[in-house]
């Protein structure tokens, strides 16, 4: 797991499309639920799933 510390202008839909993930998923991650969603403050800590570099598949 990553840690990333929300910025200025930051929402969880911005942070979604920039690591190429969900709301739902990283919502579900960070145990965010309802108006938590909609409520991210400034230095708050989410978890994200680390990224797994596709390895070519050998013939």
């Keep these: 797991m990553r840690k990333y510390e929300v910025k200025p202008g930051d929402s969880l839909w ?3 499309k920039r690591e190429s993930t969900t ?3 990283l919502a579900h991650l960070n145990g965010l ?3 938590q969603i909609h409520s991210l403050h400034v230095g708050q800590q989410l978890n ?6 596709a ?3 050998a013939c």
């Design 14 to 16: 911005k942070i979604a």
């Design 23 to 25: 709301v739902d998923v």
């Design 33 to 35: 639920r309802g108006r």
């Design 48 to 53: 994200f799933q680390t990224r797994v570099a």
């Design 55 to 57: 390895r070519p598949i």
